[in-house]
């Protein structure tokens, strides 16, 4: 890697081509960033002194012997802002009638210096290729900055000679072998970005592949508005935030490198399991295990993005849960309680069980596995390792190989509570908001008559977490004589047994009011009788006159129950 100062004539030599990756997304930059740059031309023409453009990486390309083009680079970064320059310049030498430097620049014989990709490649090159100014007609943006410029900019207030050689880059200049996503994470902070899947599209496919980009990549991840929405959609996994599209890679690759035949070495699978490293591990695992056969898992990735697609669903959030066991339920697990390491395992479910029944009872065990634990408390550090590594491996499709597989592992991490450890975890489990919320919701949704209610359960994320008998007791809930009761009733209160989900949260003076008040509301203030109206986790106890700390242990009870005969082992 070569990095430091470059300037345009460092940049555009009269032997180097610049491609932009073909598949690359558009060009986006629109007038207001038009006009920055037509404003800091005018000022650097003004005052002659040095500007800084930002940052261009480069990536060499290997050259044919006897080729016409002595140099050809990757455009890694800077597409935006060399195009934008590239369409300024063709502007003013049309307006000037002079375009040495502009040909000198951007002209490579009967070749334009910026190879563009394939949404603009047409409109950019119609552009360059002008020889006398000319109404243009399109909505692309590189049609519009043409039009722009040719309105607004004012040659007499350009100095060609201050601009050339004012402009300044932070130039990256890399070999064909250096990583591209490491030095695009390094520079995250200069607003740089490029996806994970970018990476992949240009790495699969070339410019003259464009039938198999098509049948492989555009016609499912790029078809129309809704799936680019569907697969750009952003979730929270971990500390971060990944896209749809990510985090179906990351899956695929997880169940890939489990594949017997291909004998992936344990430490690869360690390093392919890097979320961070994901482009990487790609050109790894293909150089490495598929004889660097790019197009070897083409249809496979077809395939199964399709199934992806089909059954993973975020809007589940905000619907009304069915009490029939299979990926709707599951769905509600990952995305209501941000548990997305359970994604890649699902989607080798929906792979290779093809029986609905199977199927289905394998996702009430999943969710039953996954409850259970949540109830206890038990850890989710090894979550990781088990739905990405161990139960592919092990091939594990049905629910007796799940149980089987549970029961036979050494270290018990991963253990799967009893009724007593189950009943334990609602009497004494201290449980984060969301944790407790969902627990409480998924037994809703189970033991809910529908027929019988006349309001309809609402999605996962419509319902916040309240404590029935709130954490400032003290004021208004009865003093209590010794420490050690109150010691009692302070742990009492944060455990499920006092939790109850709820459509809106509470004004502050009814929250912490009494039983009483904060049952029914006080003045306009509404209490829980509005907000958790109809709830059968819930509606028997607002019929109690008191709630103390044997009400909690009485509803912990009632909890257990229903837990025990919903997630049964």
């Known amino acids: 890697m070569d990095a430091g100062k470059r300037t345009i004539n460092d940049i555009f030599n009269g032997n180097r081509i610049l491609e932009v990756p ?18 800091d031309m005018e000022s650097i023409s003004a005052v002659n002194k040095p500007y800084f453009l930002g940052s261009v990486i480069l990536k060499q390309q ?33 307006k000037t009638g002079d375009d040495y430097e502009y040909n000198r620049m951007f002209k490579l014989r009967d070749l334009i210096a910026i190879q563009h990709n394939h949404n603009d490649i047409d409109a950019y090159e119609q552009v360059m290729n002008l020889n006398e100014p ?43 072998n250096e990583d591209e996503q490491q030095i695009f994470d390094t520079i995250n902070s200069l607003g740089v970005k490029l996806t994970t899947a970018e990476l992949l599209k ?31 959609r952003e979730i929270t996994a971990g500390r971060t935030k990944r896209t749809f599209i990510d985090l179906f890679f990351f899956s695929y690759l997880q169940i890939k490198i489990q594949d017997k035949s291909l004998n992936v070495k344990t430490e690869d699978k360690i390093e392919f399991s890097k979320v961070e490293h994901l482009f990487e591990s790609y050109k790894s695992f293909i150089k490495n295990y598929l004889n660097n056969d790019k197009k070897a898992i083409l249809a496979e990735i077809k395939d199964y ?55 289905n009872e394998l996702f009430n065990f999943l969710e039953t596995f996954i409850m259970r634990r949540m109830v206890a408390h038990a850890t989710t550090k090894n979550y990781n390792q088990l739905f990405t590594d161990r139960l592919i491996n092990h091939e594990i499709i049905s629910k007796k190989q799940f149980l089987e597989f549970l029961e036979g592992q050494a270290d018990k991490v991963n ?23 969902g627990i409480l919701y998924f037994i809703e949704s189970k033991i809910r008559n529908r027929s019988l209610q006349s309001t309809q359960l609402l999605g996962i994320s419509k319902y916040s977490l309240e404590h029935i008998m709130p954490k400032k007791w003290e004021n208004h809930w009865g003093r209590l004589s010794s420490q050690e009761d109150k010691i009692k009733r302070n742990r009492k209160l944060l455990t499920l047994g006092n939790l109850t989900i709820i459509t809106q949260a509470l004004n502050s003076t009814i929250r912490d009011a009494n039983w009483n008040v904060k049952r029914k509301g006080k003045a306009d203030k509404k209490g829980l009788n509005t907000y958790s109206a109809g709830l059968e986790t819930m509606s028997h106890y607002l019929t109690l006159d008191q709630w103390n700390e044997g009400t909690i242990e009485e509803r912990a009870e009632f909890l257990y129950e229903k837990a025990k005969t919903i997630w049964i082992i």
């Open 62 to 94: 290997s050259t044919a012997t006897g080729s016409r083009v002595g140099d050809k680079r990757t455009l890694i970064d800077g597409q935006q802002r060399l195009t934008t320059l590239s369409i300024f310049f063709k502007v003013l030498s049309l």
């Open 202 to 232: 240009n790495h699969f496919f070339n410019r003259d592949e464009i039938s198999a980009y098509q049948t492989y990549w555009k016609n499912i991840f790029e078809k129309d508005d809704e799936a680019k929405n569907y697969w750009d």
């Open 415 to 437: 253990f799967l509570p009893s009724d007593q450890e189950l009943k334990d975890g609602f009497e004494s489990s201290y449980l984060i908001n969301k944790q407790a919320a």
């Open 305 to 359: 993005a399709l199934i992806f697609q089909e059954n993973f669903d975020f809007s589940i959030t905000d619907n009304e849960l069915t009490d029939q066991s299979g990926i709707e339920r599951i769905n509600a697990i990952i995305f209501g309680l941000d548990t997305s390491t359970l994604i890649p395992y699902v989607l080798y479910i929906l792979k290779n069980v093809t029986n609905d029944k199977d199927r």
């Open 22 to 39: 073909f598949f690359q997304r558009a060009y986006v930059w629109g007038e207001e960033q038009w006009e920055r740059l037509l404003e």
């Open 134 to 176: 000319k109404e243009l007609s399109g909505t692309d943006n590189i049609t519009k900055a043409y039009q722009y410029f040719s309105l607004k900019l004012d040659a007499e207030k350009l100095d060609i000679n201050n601009i050339l050689s004012k402009i300044l880059f932070v130039g990256i200049d890399l070999d064909e």
